[in-house]
């Protein structure tokens, strides 16, 4: 159970092109998702969290016209990168968490790879 | 918001031997620890974690205890074998997680 799929697992796209992600739980709701970021090396960072039916949170530093989140369902949250340079090239992380759970564990999906040429 | 640092960012041992690797936190306000172990390219696995209510875990050759006091959790993997060779985080957490920097653990066979 508490699985999370995430689509696609790879991207490779030129500058300019904006780029959508999918996050979709697919044995449980979700009320919250959240969007990570992860540079080679690094640590996870978070970058949004997307509660159904409202508008995402973003972290400091984080651009909300440049990342746009939408989480339209229980279980499905979309992450689009707009206008995508080289600089946002990164491995792309979302998890989900069970609806009515205060507190974790998330769930995480596979990851996707955006690599901007 | 919450600070979590983790040491040692690189950890060498030897089969066999035990790995720890520690954290600290700074949002008294967290009251949930997760471990995560991320191999190349593949999302973070939880493989152990904490509540605030509890000072001890324990799951076969994995183990986490958590000082609430200190702000200090650490993760405790015994008898390690090459297969535990992965990059391991720690995360903090009162409804957002806040990730270490991790640690990259070579097990030597």
């Known amino acids: 159970g508490a699985v999370v799929s995430q689509h696609p697992s790879w991207v490779i796209c030129k500058s300019g092109t904006s780029v959508k992600i999918e996050c979709r739980s697919l044995?449980?709701?979700?009320?919250?998702m959240f969007w990570y970021r992860q540079f080679p090396k690094q640590s996870l960072m978070l970058m949004a969290t997307s509660n159904e039916g409202s508008k995402a949170t973003y972290e400091q530093g984080v651009e909300k016209d440049k990342f746009l989140i939408n989480h339209a369902s229980l279980t499905l949250s979309t992450l689009t990168v707009t206008s995508a340079h080289p600089e946002d090239s990164s491995f792309y992380i979302c998890s989900a968490l069970p609806s009515g759970t205060t507190n974790q564990p998330q769930h995480f999906g596979d990851g996707t790879r955006l690599s901007i040429l | 918001g919450e600070n979590v640092e983790q040491h040692p960012s690189t950890l060498s041992v030897q089969e066999g031997d035990s790995a720890v690797i520690k954290c600290t936190y700074s949002?008294?306000?967290?009251?949930?620890f997760p471990w995560y172990k991320q191999e190349l390219g593949k999302r973070p696995q939880l493989i152990i974690d904490i509540r605030s209510n509890v000072g001890e875990k324990k799951d076969q050759r994995i183990a986490v205890t958590l000082n609430k006091t200190a702000k200090h959790f650490s993760l405790h993997i015994t008898e390690t074998q090459p297969e535990d060779s992965a990059v391991y985080f720690c995360?903090?957490?009162?409804?957002?997680?806040?990730f270490g920097a991790g640690t990259t653990v070579t097990v030597r066979a």
């Open positions: 995360a903090a957490s009162d409804y957002k997680l806040s």
């Open positions: 044995d449980f709701q979700a009320t919250t």
């Open positions: 949002d008294s306000a967290s009251n949930y």
